[in-house]
């Protein structure tokens, strides 16, 4: 039995050889296209969390901002400075001081109109 290659039968091989290449090649591009869809679908997945996560930090970020200017809207009204407390009760004292020497001497100018 012998194998007889004539130029029809070395074309139809040689197209049969060429189309195995073509279908080969074909497959191996769509499992290509495939797997940048799939990575492309997993990267927009990990963007639209990252997204979701900036908004939500930055919503916390808001928060801490009124949670900052409402505190600094509230700090004079609550707290004095030491200075401020000691001029202050300095003020008072020395009122009181006042008070009392004017009480002192309405009681000496009482006795000697007696």
């Known amino acids: 039995m012998t ?3 004539n ?24 499992q290509q296209e495939k797997a940048i869809e799939t990575r492309f679908k997993a990267l927009a997945d990990s963007l639209s969390s990252v997204n979701g996560s900036i908004a939500r930090e930055q919503e916390t970020t808001q ?26 009760i300095g003020t008072i004292e020395t009122k009181i001081d006042n008070m009392a020497l004017r009480v002192e001497r309405a009681f000496v100018v009482g006795r000697s109109a007696e």
Request: charged residues 30%; without cysteine.
């Open 3 to 5: 194998i007889e290659l």
């Open 63 to 88: 928060r801490l901002e009124r949670e900052l200017l409402q505190f600094k809207a509230e700090l004079p009204r609550d707290y004095v400075r030491r200075e401020d407390f000691i001029r202050a």
């Open 7 to 30: 130029i029809f039968n070395l074309a139809a091989l040689a197209s049969a050889f060429i189309a195995a290449l073509w279908v080969l090649v074909k497959v191996i591009v769509v």
